[in-house]
């Protein structure tokens, strides 16, 4: 007997679906399932079903007061099953966050930040002392299956005169833990200069922030594309969205993807303020940012399942998949019209919203926001 049975769905490439979970797992998927009993059967009526969404840059520990919020709210509530903190703790205060978290009912995650204090105030790299390799280690050798990679945050009002220092003490620690161990590296304000942040990293790291409006970005004077950018795209850097209430421009991102330099991830960065004001929202406004570029349906959702599962190597998470866990994601897409912004004020039209209805979380099925 199964714990669930959703029957009726619909798959992002618009065929049939139906999914049979047990024990927090997904055990069945076919068109039609047959002979199926379970202690409970959910009807999805025909809307969509994919892997549970996961958010690759969040900040969700709520004893900060810069950026901080309770993980379900940008999880479960909004479609969201899995999220990873990004930097928001560091050695100092990763252990209370992780017991934090451990009460809540979506994934938690964490990056680590370089620094020991996380992101206690704005410039938590403006002194140096506070990388501590042997604390950081330590940490990771603690949590193991929370922490999930390193966050070096590479802007001027953050590393205030220490240019990239930072991030080269964050390439030895993660040289250290070994077998590629995830890296994300924050863009925004010069000094660092993008091109030497950049030069430092390699196949796998992750860039955040990377279609943002600003002067250190990835486009020259003449608005095109830095070639030092397309080295590290051709190179394997990972390319996230971070959209953040600072760092997603519509502009940035149309020359982009006009020539081809694509994301391979969104995130929303998303924190309280962001989340309740805007820019940001929640995850399926970002989505639906996305799609106003050309982006299908099926590559938005692999953007926010397959590959942020495979860049912080949550092995058992992003797909629909037999013995992958039952961490899935119902939608509805309606149409609507609304108006969208980046973080810079400029707007778009579009034509469509995306509505999650249920957050199901290793079998356990949560109803979003939306879901009245
Ligand atoms: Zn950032
Ligand atoms: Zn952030």
């Known amino acids: 007997m199964l714990d669930l049975y959703l029957k009726n769905g619909k798959a992002v490439d618009g065929t049939k679906i139906e999914i049979g979970i047990l024990n927090g797992k997904i055990i069945a998927l076919g068109q039609n399932l047959t002979d199926i009993t379970a ?17 690759d840059h969040t900040h969700c520990y709520e004893k900060l007061s810069l950026y901080f919020d309770d993980p379900d709210e940008d999880g479960i509530k909004t479609g969201v099953t899995t999220v990873i903190d990004a930097g928001s703790t560091g050695s100092d205060n990763i252990k209370d966050f992780y017991e934090i978290t451990r009460g809540k009912k979506t994934n ?6 370089i620094s020991k204090t996380g992101i206690l105030a704005q410039d938590e790299l403006g ?6 390799e042997n604390q950081l280690l330590d940490s990771v050798s603690k949590f193991p299956n929370f922490i999930v990679g390193i966050k070096a945050r590479e802007s001027h009002s953050v590393v205030i ?11 030895k620690v993660q040289h250290k833990l070994g077998g590629h161990f995830p890296l994300m590296v924050h863009v925004g304000a010069n000094p660092p200069e993008l091109k030497s942040v950049l030069n430092l990293m390699d196949k796998d790291d992750i860039l955040t922030h990377v279609y943002n409006g600003k002067s250190n970005g990835i486009l020259d004077d003449n608005g095109n594309i830095e070639s030092f950018v397309w080295e590290a795209y051709q190179r394997g850097v990972i390319f996230d969205i971070g959209h953040g209430t600072d760092s997603f421009n519509f502009k940035t991102f149309s020359v982009a993807v006009k020539d081809g330099l694509t994301p391979r991830t969104i995130s929303t960065d998303i924190y309280n303020r962001n989340r309740k004001n805007g820019p940001v929202y929640d995850m399926a406004t970002t989505l639906e940012k996305i799609m106003l570029f050309g982006f299908s349906l099926a590559q938005v959702i692999d953007m926010v399942t397959i590959e942020p599962a495979k860049s912080f190597h949550l092995i058992t998470k992003g797909k629909l998949k037999v013995n992958f866990d039952a961490d899935l994601t119902v939608f509805e897409i309606k149409e609507n019209n609304k108006v969208l912004n980046d973080s810079n004020g400029n707007k778009m039209s579009s ?18 926001k939306g879901n009245d």
């Open 39 to 55: 202690k409970k059967t959910l009807d999805l009526k025909g809307k969509f079903v994919s892997a549970g969404w996961i958010d």
């Open 161 to 171: 005169n220490n240019g990239i220092l930072p991030l080269i003490a964050a390439k």
């Open 351 to 368: 034509n469509k919203s995306i509505n999650p209805v249920f957050s199901i979380v290793g079998g356990n099925v949560y109803k979003t």
């Open 127 to 132: 002194d140096i002392s506070r990388i501590q």
């Open 108 to 113: 938690v995650y964490a990056m680590i930040n």
